[in-house]
């Protein structure tokens, strides 16, 4: 298991709330290594979460890594794009942008979130203005999805 791993494992187990996961785990090699963790939640996540995942992470990594390192747990940002199921669920009702290993973008409305496939309201270009069609996104076809916000 590389330290990657290792880090989120322990993150893992970390975590108090069962709602809680960890999205990812960044491990920049530069002196001093820097440890990301992204953390996200079903219903959300607070400062005093990530704050205290921070001091629990923190005392355990200091009997697995013995030189200086930073360590940083936030939560995913806009730009950070959408990994897990669980994100997915969590986002139903949003809007999204989702690349696909087709070279295709394609956005809209997050309508639901299926154990193999996302589905997404659109607008339907052809045709009258206003309508809409369902377009169901195969997980493995995804290449990237973001959930976009409107400022309307």
Same mark, same amino acid.
């Given at each position: ?60 990594? #200091?009997?697995?890594? &013995?030189?200086?390192? @930073? ?5 995913? $940002?806009?730009?950070?794009?959408? /990994? !897990? ?26 309508? #639901?979130?299926?154990? &193999?496939?996302?589905? @997404? ?5 052809? $045709?009258?203005?206003?309508?809409? /069609? !369902? ?18």
């Amino acid at each position: 298991m590389d330290l990657k791993e290792k880090i989120k494992e322990l993150a893992q187990t970390n975590l108090a709330d069962s709602a809680h996961f960890i999205v990812d785990v960044i491990v920049s090699k530069h002196k001093p290594m820097k440890f990301t963790i992204i953390l996200d939640g079903d219903k959300g996540i607070t400062v005093d979460d990530c704050a205290n995942l921070s001091n629990k992470l923190n005392d355990s990594l #200091g009997s697995l890594i &013995e030189e200086q390192y @930073l360590l940083e747990v936030s939560t995913p $940002g806009l730009d950070h794009p959408l /990994k !897990l199921h669980r994100q997915f669920v969590k986002n139903v009702g949003r809007g999204l942008k989702v690349n696909t290993t087709a070279k295709k973008v394609i956005t809209g409305k997050l309508t #639901g979130a299926e154990t &193999e496939k996302i589905i @997404l309201e659109t607008e339907n270009k052809e $045709g009258k203005k206003g309508e809409t /069609k !369902l377009i169901e996104i195969p997980f493995t076809e995804i290449e990237k999805a973001f959930v976009t916000v409107s400022f309307k």
